[in-house]
């Protein structure tokens, strides 16, 4: 069986480069499904999915049809889930209740999803003033450092942390996260964040790599940037290429999403552009603007966080 190309984290688990994102706004079982299967035919190793998603079951069924049929092996395959944030006061349940959608004896990665923190049992994943607890990402991190010891996952990480959430965190951390789960595409390119996460041995992960096109909050913006276009015929490639590969040449892992075949092998195939030093500068020029910008997770009264400002820590 064919492998992919991966990177080391900090505690010696490998991730392999390109991952297949799961979240979908119809959340189809059967597309789902059908998606992952043929993303496994085609290569992909590394699957990206959240208990906010709702695509656990579908994932989990994909992956476990394959490995019964043989297709592939669990050693062979790299699972990231997170946990929500209505769950940061028991990540060990959380992640037994991931495990039990899925089907599987462990997830490769868990990921704190977003430095927020809900009341139990809130669903709603636009959070109304009465749903917010008081953060206490210390005892996050001990439960989540919990589901290593008990063997459910074997790395564990955030996701939409800023540089100085990730120095928070690490100053109370038995455990250092292994991997940043953030958004980054050519036109939001976390220079500083990269900068801080690679003096700290974290590696970055970037979602949203093409800028989200045809989300209800993502833009088209990117593949359909001049420059992307002009580097695509260059290169005798696609704009989403060229995105992709920009990540890839970060040492970032890529987690994108297609559910269509020609648009899935079209993604896979950006491991085999390598682009030169002027396709990074012309990238490095490109304007910036972050898509995903959490305005949902801020308020006046009971989030900690008044302002996007405050979330991204000025990183925005
Ligand atoms: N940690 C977090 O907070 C967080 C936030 C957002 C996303 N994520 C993860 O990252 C994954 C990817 O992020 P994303 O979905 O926001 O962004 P994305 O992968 O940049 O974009 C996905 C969108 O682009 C389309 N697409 C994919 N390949 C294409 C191609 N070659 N040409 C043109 N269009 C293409 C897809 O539609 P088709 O399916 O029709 O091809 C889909 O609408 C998610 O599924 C999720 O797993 C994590």
Redesign the pocket.
């Known amino acids: 069986m064919r492998s992919m190309r991966q990177v080391r984290l900090n505690n010696g688990v490998c991730m392999p480069m390109v991952g297949l994102?799961?979240?979908?706004a119809e959340n189809d079982e059967e597309t789902t499904q059908e998606a992952v299967r043929m993303a496994l035919q085609m290569g992909y190793r590394h699957f990206?999915?959240?208990k906010i998603?709702g695509s656990e079951p579908a994932l989990g069924s994909a992956l476990r049809g394959a490995i019964s049929e043989g297709v592939i092996e669990r050693e062979d395959i790299f699972v990231t889930s997170?946990l929500w944030s209505s769950d940061h006061h028991d990540p060990v349940s959380a992640l037994e209740e991931t495990l039990e959608k899925l089907g599987l004896e462990h997830v490769d990665l868990y990921?704190v999803?977003?430095p927020v923190k809900l009341k139990p049992g809130v669903v709603n994943p636009i959070p109304n003033e009465e749903d917010y607890d008081e953060l206490d990402l210390e005892s996050t991190w001990f439960g989540m450092e919990k589901c290593v010891e008990m063997g459910l996952c074997r790395c564990i990480g955030v996701?939409?942390f800023s540089s100085r959430k990730i120095k928070q965190l690490l100053g109370f951390a038995s455990v250092p996260p292994a991997v940043n789960?953030?958004?980054m595409?050519p036109m939001w390119r976390q220079r500083k964040l990269r900068e801080v996460c690679k003096k700290y041995n974290i590696h970055v992960s970037a979602?949203?790599?093409?800028?989200?096109?045809?989300?209800y909050w993502?833009s088209t913006a990117v593949?359909d940037h001049p420059i992307m276009k002009s580097i695509a015929l260059k290169h005798n490639a696609?704009p989403?290429q060229v995105a992709l590969a920009w990540g890839l040449s970060r040492g970032s892992t890529v987690?994108?999403?297609?559910?269509?075949q020609r648009?899935m092998r079209?993604?896979i195939g950006a491991l085999h552009l390598t682009l030169d030093d002027s396709d990074i500068l012309k990238i490095q020029k490109m304007e910036e603007w972050k898509i995903?910008r959490g305005e949902f997770f801020t308020n006046e009264t009971t989030s900690p966080y008044k302002t996007i400002q405050d979330l991204w820590d000025d990183e925005i």
């Open positions: 994102g799961t979240y979908s990206d999915t959240a998603y997170k990921l999803h977003w996701s939409n789960q953030v958004e595409h979602y949203s790599p093409l800028g989200g096109p045809g989300n993502g593949v696609t989403p987690i994108v999403k297609s559910f269509n648009r079209e993604n995903m």
